[in-house]
């Protein structure tokens, strides 16, 4: 089946620091990919949308400047968390649509801890 | 405003017996559903779907069943088993014309006790 890599699969920074997050879809062009967070024993919530070629669509409340995401290819997206703080402390986890017919493909996620 | 609501947070049942986990959802234009399942520090793996044009889909073990007039649905899984433990995430999505973004529920940890 599909399979999206996404790495770290964890990582320590220091608070103002940057820290990218990559997500790759394997065996698949992925035109669109999702981002999402999730706080401890929380649900996943959408960070914003990444559309290969173009600029991604924030969710409201998700500071585009803060949280900046490229698609430059089919088969990659990256989010970068610029100036972190501890308050970024999260599990992030990317998605690949594969169209309606396929679905979504989640990625195994992110575990940032920002001291 | 949780368009996506599990109320019920843990749920424990005996190996063997049925898991019945149940989700709402207030959006009427959602049309798309899906169960996924996870584990701690580990992306969702995708369980089962229904679209809104049926009120039940069934693999295997696992059940959906939609009702769309109580913006309900629920997952079956019987038997359950103790590897079924995990915590479980109702989804929703309409389609946008290019790309379906997902709603997620709150989640239900399922316990399977042996």
């Known amino acids: 089946g599909a399979v999206v890599s996404q790495h770290p699969s964890w990582v320590i920074c220091k608070s103002g620091t940057s820290v990218k997050i990559e997500c790759r879809s394997l065996d698949f062009q992925a035109t669109t990919m999702f981002w999402y967070r999730q706080f401890p024993k929380q649900s996943l919530m959408l960070m914003a949308t990444s559309n290969e070629g173009s600029k991604a669509t924030y969710e409201q409340g998700v500071e585009k400047d803060k949280f900046l995401i490229n698609h430059a290819s089919l088969t990659l997206s990256t989010l970068t968390v610029t100036s972190a703080h501890p308050e970024d402390s999260s599990f992030y986890i990317c998605?690949?649509?594969?169209?309606?017919?396929?679905?979504?493909?989640f990625g195994s996620g992110t575990r940032l801890t920002v001291v | 405003d949780q368009q996506v609501k599990q109320n019920s947070p843990s749920l424990s049942v005996q190996e063997g017996r049925i898991s019945i986990l149940n989700c709402d959802y207030t959006?009427?234009?959602?049309?798309?559903f899906l169960w996924y399942k996870k584990y701690p520090a580990e992306g969702p793996t995708f369980l089962i779907s229904i679209s809104s044009i049926k009120d039940k889909n069934e693999d295997g073990r696992f059940t959906v069943f939609l009702n769309k007039s109580a913006k309900h649905l629920s997952l079956h899984i019987v038997p359950s088993q103790p590897g079924d433990s995990a915590v479980y995430f109702c989804?929703?999505?309409?389609?946008?014309?290019?790309?379906?973004?997902?709603?997620f529920g709150t989640g239900t940890r399922l316990q399977v006790t042996l």
């Open positions: 959006n009427s234009m959602f049309d798309y």
């Open positions: 998605s690949a649509w594969q169209g309606r017919n396929y679905g979504y493909t």
């Open positions: 989804a929703a999505s309409f389609f946008t014309g290019t790309a379906s973004k997902l709603t």
